[in-house]
């Protein structure tokens, strides 16, 4: 089976950059200290001690010091709505508010409107994608079609026509004879199945987490058990049929422990967990039941956000995902138990992860960007690095500037993040994606072209 | 006190002010022209979005008592039903310049939400299973008028607590009288974490005769569906009070409907320890109160005028 490229963009014009004296952090490649980095034709040409390297003419400059510079951020859970939610957001905001978030690849879930169940809607899709994206961006095609649990996709000739791997995220492949029949077949055209752990009949008609909150507010309580149930089961198949799995959005104590379990028993799985359910927790809801902060999994308890940073630094989680999940704001500008699950994340990921976890000393810088940036290895994407050669995925970031979410409106076509209101410290100022300038915040100037 | 949301907007000394008024308005109801001029020219708008039979005339009756106009907007047949958004219907009816409504949903939080809508007080009359703050004054009224004081009562709430907002209410008003307040029901009806609101939690009635109150709660026949419990059968003969269950000395309540001899017996309801009346007509009296807190010896809501109406021209 040929490959097709994993990832599609718009044709961008391949950036020639100096960017001067931004303190470099990628952990991967071993940098941490003040460099020079020259791009050009979009590669990564020269590296060197600040005010060694020289603009070539034509280049365009850019004042670094006092500034860090990354790796791009890669992330491998997002909800780009098309098709057929363009009302939520299309494929030019998306990748508009995944520039501005620093993420120089994303990953687009298929439960749209048709679902990405067939070859034909994945086609278009990417054909859509060459024109509009302003970043790379990878497809997921479900695991059943039309989300239903009942029939597999034709997996094999999605997979030929370029789906990264595949996933029912928003459902779980709820029948385990079923999950079993999806990796058996794994073996003949490969694609890691992505997962969203929840059994249905224990979240019942759940809206948030069970536990104190829900108690009080009347509301109806998704367990925890609801997750780390799915996830033993589907790591205990996956163990048994040899499967690779991923499992999206870890959100409890249990299914942090569930994971750690089935990693150590040599099951083929990686997981993935979100910044929000890094800083927030369900003692938020109650301020104003403020639909924002509205999503499955839900927001939990202390308890398990520590279990989760737990996670993130012993290595049980892989990577940050930020399940980036727009809404339109007439459909969550209802009650609590009426609004669609989902927040927005993609401009939000670094920022928070920065404010609430390592500026207080929780987690290390490194770690963060090593998390931010490692999503994409899951589906056998190259990881960005800074190191010549390679092609220029960079987040140019100033730690030091102070914003509140939302002051300036969002990339995003939507503005329901749970963040919103909250100041943050640490703000993305340009990407660049696969060689090109992908993102540029809008007051942030460049020293001039040389 | 700007809204009735939920009893946390209430301190015991917020709570006494109301009870104390609303004793004061007993008065007018045994006049023969029922009716004060306390708010006169005031609108009172009625939003239900679920069935009521006492809260709705109560609040209509203690609304017009007042002298206040009253505008009874129920959700079905109107524009609901045509799929307007809460918000919209809210801004829509906020146009009547109404000094007050009152709403009851089905959603939890839905009385907030409209209270950052319009300009107008409002005052939640049940949102889903969170809380029915004027039934847990209306409650505490009646326990005070037959117990004096709660300070140190033993109240039993026993029941379907999980789908209860009366529930919710009343352990946070019984607790900020004093009073200690036990809930008691299957496992299966209430919720984890329950013990967070202040209260301690029984499964059995083993040790109901500690009580001094008993507080049934409605259990709706749907519950048997999603296997809440097996059978109201088999709930009734757990939980149900009766005349054996029940001792002489101590008060029953409930919030109503009764379903006879599910919750309670028949011989229960109409034994001389029941205040179930008494709880009904304390309706009225209370809700006048809350309806004078929130606007008596308040001016109209301070309203900017709709740039969109054009200022009325003096020739």
């Known amino acids: 089976m040929s490959a097709p490229d994993r990832l599609v963009c718009r044709p961008q014009e391949p950036a020639e950059l100096l960017i001067r004296g931004a303190h470099v952090l990628d952990p991967r490649a071993g940098l941490d200290a ?116 009942d029939a597999l996709t034709e997996m094999a000739e999605l997979r030929g026509d370029g789906a990264l791997g595949f996933t029912d995220d928003g459902k779980p492949v709820y029948r385990a004879a079923m999950l079993r029949r999806a990796l058996q077949y794994q073996r003949l055209c490969g694609g890691v199945l992505a997962l969203h752990e929840e059994d249905p009949s224990l979240s019942g008609n759940g809206v948030m987490h069970e536990g104190e909150v829900s108690a009080r507010l009347g509301l109806g309580g998704i367990p925890s058990i609801s997750e780390s149930t799915m996830i033993a089961r589907d790591a205990a198949i996956a163990g048994y049929e040899g499967g690779r799995i991923h499992i999206q959005h870890l959100s409890a104590r249990e299914s942090v422990a569930a994971v750690a379990e089935a990693k150590a028993r040599g099951v083929r799985i990686t997981a993935e967990a979100s910044p929000h359910h890094l800083t927030l927790t369900d003692a938020a809801v109650p301020v104003a039941l403020d639909t924002r902060l509205k999503m499955n999994p839900p927001l939990r308890s202390e308890d398990d956000r520590q ?10 989680i892989d990577c940050v995902a930020t399940d980036h999940a727009p809404h339109a704001r007439e459909e969550k500008e209802v009650p609590w138990e009426e609004a669609p699950m989902g927040t ?61 979410v939302g002051e300036a409106g969002y990339e995003s076509r939507s503005e329901n993040c749970c963040f919103a209101g909250r100041r943050l410290r640490g703000r993305v100022l340009a990407t660049v994606a696969a060689g090109a300038v992908a993102y540029r915040q809008r007051t942030f100037s460049v020293v001039g072209a040389a | 006190m700007r809204h009735l949301l ?27 022209v029922k009716k004060v001029p306390a708010l006169r020219g005031r609108r009172v708008l009625n939003l239900f979005y679920e069935a009521s039979t006492r809260t709705r005339s109560s609040f209509e009756l203690a609304a017009k008592t007042l002298s206040a106009e009253v505008i009874n907007f129920a959700a079905g047949g109107s524009s609901v039903e045509k799929g307007e958004s809460l918000k919209d219907t809210v801004q829509t009816l906020s146009a009547y310049r109404p000094d007050l409504i009152v709403i009851r949903t089905p959603h939890v939080g839905a009385a907030a939400l409209v209270a ?81 609101l202040g209260c301690s939690v029984e499964y059995t009635l083993d040790r109901l005769g500690e009580a001094d109150v008993v507080y049934a709660l409605r259990m709706q026949r749907e519950r048997m569906t999603d296997s809440f419990v097996p059978s109201l059968r088999e709930y009734a003969a757990v939980y149900q009070i009766d005349g054996r269950r029940l001792g002489a000395r101590q008060v029953l309540m409930h919030p109503g409907p009764v379903n006879r001899g599910v919750e309670l017996a028949a011989e229960v309801i109409d034994s001389p320890q029941a205040v179930i009346g008494q709880q009904v007509a304390a309706g009225v009296v209370v809700r006048m109160a809350v309806l004078y807190e929130l606007l008596a010896g308040r001016g109209a809501p301070d309203r900017r005028p709709d740039p969109s109406i054009p200022a009325p021209q003096l020739a």
């Open chain 1, 34 to 149: 003040p460099h020079d980095v020259l791009v050009r034709a979009g590669e990564i040409a020269e590296l060197g001690d600040p005010g060694t390297l020289e603009a070539p003419a034509g280049a365009e400059v850019i004042d670094g010091a006092g500034r860090h510079l990354f790796p791009g951020f890669v992330d491998p859970h997002v909800h780009l709505r098309t098709p057929g939610q363009e009302h939520k957001e299309d494929l030019d905001s998306g990748t508009r508010s995944a520039a501005a978030g620093g993420f120089v690849a994303v990953v687009a879930m298929p439960n749209t409107d048709p679902t990405v169940d067939c070859a034909p809607v994945l086609r278009s899709l990417r054909e859509a994608a060459r024109r509009e994206a302003r970043v790379p961006v990878g497809f997921l095609a479900s695991v059943t079609r039309g989300l239903q649990g």
């Open chain 1, 307 to 316: 279990a989760i940073i737990g996670g993130l630094l012993d290595g049980t």
């Open chain 1, 344 to 404: 927005t994340g993609l401009e939000t990921a670094f920022a928070a992860l920065y404010t609430e976890l390592v500026l207080p000393g929780v987690l290390g810088l490194g770690l963060v960007v090593e998390k931010l940036t490692a999503g994409g290895a899951l589906f056998d994407l190259p990881v960005p690095q800074i190191a010549v050669g390679r092609p220029a995925d960079l987040c140019l970031a100033d730690l030091a500037a102070e914003w509140e």
């Open chain 2, 6 to 32: 939920s009893i946390e907007d209430l301190d015991r000394a917020g709570i006494e002010r109301i009870l104390d008024r609303a004793k004061s308005f007993t008065e007018v109801s045994e006049r023969e």
């Open chain 2, 116 to 196: 950052g809508w319009t300009d107008a007080a409002v005052v939640n009359a049940g949102d889903g299973k969170h809380e029915h703050p004027t039934q847990a004054l209306l409650d505490v009224y009646t326990l005070r008028e037959r117990l004096g004081s709660l300070d140190g009562a033993k109240i039993w709430i026993v029941g379907d607590v999980t789908h209860s907002r009366v529930a919710r209410s009343n352990v946070l008003a019984f607790t900020k009288l004093g009073a200690a307040v036990t809930v008691c029901g299957p496992p299966t009806l209430i919720p984890r974490g329950f013990e967070a």
